[in-house]
Structure formats: C-alpha cells, structure tokens
C-alpha cells in the first residue's frame, strides 16, 4: 500500500490524490501533491509535513481573512468617499403582502418598518420569538395601523422552513414581495439541522428552499406591469467568494471567512440564474440582489474579540446606520421605476451594478442550482 504526504488534509486524514476534492473548474488543490514516502529521508518528512501544513493554513485560513479584511477596508473608504444613497418617497402598498427574513433587527427591521408604515402587510421571519414579537409590538406602537405580524423561521432547519411556507399558504394571502435577508457572518464551524456548514445553509440554501416553495404564490400574485418581486440580500464579500461544488459544505480546510463569502456569491449565483428561468417562462416576478453596505449592526458579533472592540469604535462613525442600510433592499423592493424590471441584476447604494464574472457564469449557475436542488431533494 503507497503512504502519502498531504499537504492539505481532510480532518487529519492524509487523502490519496484520486479523492482529492476538486473545485467548481475540474482542476484539483495543487496542495493535494501525493508523494511516496518511501522516496524521502525519514529526516525529510516531519518537516515538510510541517511545511505543507503551514501552507495550507495561510491558503485556507490567513488568506481568506486577509481577503475579507482589505475588501471591508476598500468598501468602508468607498462608502466614505460617495454619498450615501437616500430612499425616495415610495408609494403605499396598501394590499401587498412581503415576507423579510431576519425582520426582527439590523437591517430587516427597517425594512419591515418602512413597508409597514407605506401600508404593506409584513410577515417577519424569524427564530427567535422574543426578538420579533418586541420589533412587531415596536412598529405596532410607532404606526397604529400597521400589519405586521410574527411567523416562526429558522433557516438552519429546512424542515422549520417547510412548516413557515405551509402556514403561510394555509392563509390563502398573496405574496408580493419576499426578502431573503436573514444572514450569519463568521459563526464558528457548526453544522444546520440537516447538517450543512452554518453560512452555506442559512445564508442560502435554507433562503432558496424557501424561495422554492413559494415561486407557484409569488408567480400568482405578480400581474403584468405588477411584477412580484425577490430580493436577495448579498453582500459586497461575493466578490472574493469561490464556489467549491465537490466541497460545498467547506469541509476540507474550514475557514468561516471563505465561508460567508461563498454563501453571499452563491446567493447572488441563485439570484441571477432565478430571475431568467423566470424571464424564460415568461412568469410576472423578478429576482435581484442587493448589497446593503457595510452597516453597524450585530452582524459583527462573532469577529475575534479584538478586531469586534475596533469594529464596533469605527462603525458607531463610519458606518451607515441601519435605515441607511436597508434603504437600496427598499428600493429594489418598491420602486415602480423597477416595475416588471427584466434585468433583475446585482444593486449597491441605490444603483444597479457590474460585478464580478463568477456571478454571470451560466455554467456555474447552472451547476449550483442543480446540485442545490439535489441536495435538497426537489427533482
Ligand atoms: N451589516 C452589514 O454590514 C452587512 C453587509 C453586507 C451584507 N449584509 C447582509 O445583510 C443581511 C442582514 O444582516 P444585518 O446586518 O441586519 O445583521 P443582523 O442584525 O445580525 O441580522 C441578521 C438577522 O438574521 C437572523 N437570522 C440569523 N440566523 C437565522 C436563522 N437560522 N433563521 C432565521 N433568521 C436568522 C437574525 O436573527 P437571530 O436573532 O435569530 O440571529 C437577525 O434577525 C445579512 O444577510 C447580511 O449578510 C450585512
């Protein structure tokens, strides 16, 4: 039998070349190099075992951290140098329903309170019932008139999802509106339920279950000139995301920070390859995706403890407020200048932009979508 040297491992265990696993383009972890032991000096082997394993920590875990970082520093300088994009007064939506996940803080509440206020019927989707019955009494206080109610969701259980879409049917109401916001950064390694990595789970397959079982309500509820419309909430970390489709559930080298931002590149994959399946069937609903900006909310909580203390100093000054952040999600949500919008696309501070070319990949929207279904037993 051949003993091999890894240089990658897959939870201690040295991995024969033929099961490396490979990435999204067919090619295999160059650290994978099999090597006869028998051919190297026994003096040789500890240290280039160490060697090998430190390469692989600064590929697999330093480098997705520092990725992550600059990107937060770019995006934080861009945001300071341009005016922050500032919601136009949006017309009532007295008789749409819109469901937001994640409604009961950050980011989703001020979604929710905003298309309550204009008149909307809000159904917030959320875990923890505390959180959301105190922001639901909170809009309720704020505008007396407003529906906004409170359904159980957890995104990291797919059978909690299932239960969310079957009472919410049960109540025959359209859906105008779905917000897919809900969102963990940089959770320790853990799995869901149905034993997903935490990012990839909650952040989208759990988002595009949901979205799934919805599509036959929002097709019915959108009408020509009245398109029903997703909004996926994304985030600019897309942009240094790879999607590894033989190691989705990132197990090979665990690194919460590739994790996150493979979660929001394959959300925006979803986004886009959703929006023209539904162009292609001619259905009246429209799928995009939206980059809130770098918001001070709790999103950060699970940052090392040090960078957490310096975030949290900058962002109370540099950050947009949680309303600012939520203000692009609304105008994607509401705008009727988007009305029956064919592009669907990628938003960021207000306008529609180009990102990187993973995302418009036909190929590899295609592969996700099909290994998400598979995964979650829709064929
Ligand atoms: N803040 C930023 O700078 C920023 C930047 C780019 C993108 N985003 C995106 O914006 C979205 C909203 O984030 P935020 O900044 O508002 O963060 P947040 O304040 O932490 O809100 C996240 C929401 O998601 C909910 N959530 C988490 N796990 C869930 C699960 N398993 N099931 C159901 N709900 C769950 C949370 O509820 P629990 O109480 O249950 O945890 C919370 O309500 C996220 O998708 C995030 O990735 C934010």
């Known amino acids: 039998m051949l003993n091999y040297i890894c240089v990658g491992y897959e939870k201690e ?20 190099l099999a090597l006869p032991q028998h051919r190297l000096s026994p003096l040789l082997t500890v240290p280039l075992r160490i060697l090998t394993q430190m390469l692989s920590t600064i590929r697999y875990h330093l480098l997705p951290l520092l990725q992550l970082y600059l990107l937060g520093l770019k995006v934080l300088l861009v945001q300071l140098l341009s005016r922050s994009f500032r919601l136009p007064v949006m017309p009532r ?7 937001v996940t994640g409604g009961g803080r950050g980011i989703g509440y001020e979604v929710v309170r905003h298309m309550a206020r204009l008149g909307a019927h809000v159904v917030i989707g959320g875990r923890d019932e505390q959180e959301c019955l105190a922001a639901v009494r909170k809009i309720r206080e704020e505008y007396k008139e407003a529906k906004v109610e409170f359904k159980k969701l957890d995104l990291a259980s797919l059978q909690s999802v299932r239960q969310f879409v079957q009472s919410f049917k049960e109540r025959d109401l359209p859906l105008n509106i779905l917000v897919n916001n809900a969102g963990v950064m940089l959770v320790p390694e853990g799995c869901t339920e149905d ?34 419309r997703v909004i996926n909430v994304s985030s600019s970390a897309h942009c240094i995301g790879k999607i590894r489709l033989n190691d989705l559930n990132n197990c090979y080298c665990y690194s919460a920070h590739a994790a996150y931002c493979q979660s929001k590149l394959a959300l925006l994959l979803f986004s886009s390859h959703l929006h023209q399946e539904l ?13 809130p900006g770098m918001v001070d909310t709790e999103l950060y909580r699970h940052l090392w403890t040090p960078f957490r203390l310096a975030q949290s100093a900058i962002a109370r000054l540099l950050f947009k407020a949680p309303a600012e952040g939520a203000a692009t999600v609304l105008y994607a949500a509401l705008s009727p200048a988007l009305e029956g919008d064919l592009e669907g696309g990628y938003w960021a501070n207000g306008c529609r932009e180009m990102t990187t070319p993973p995302t418009f990949d036909p190929k590899l929207q295609l592969s996700l979508w099909e290994t998400s279904l598979q995964l979650l037993e829709l064929q």
């Open 13 to 32: 265990r040295p991995v024969p070349i033929e099961t490396c696993p490979v990435d999204g383009s067919g090619t295999f972890y160059p650290e994978l």
């Open 93 to 99: 939506q007295d008789g749409k329903v819109a469901i």
């Open 195 to 228: 034993g997903f990595e935490q990012h990839f789970g909650v952040n989208y397959l759990g988002h595009f279950l949901l979205t799934w079982l919805l599509l036959d309500t929002l097709k019915d509820s959108g009408k020509c000139g009245h398109f029903s």
């Open 279 to 291: 162009q292609r069937g001619g259905f009246p609903v429209s799928s995009c995706a939206v980059d």
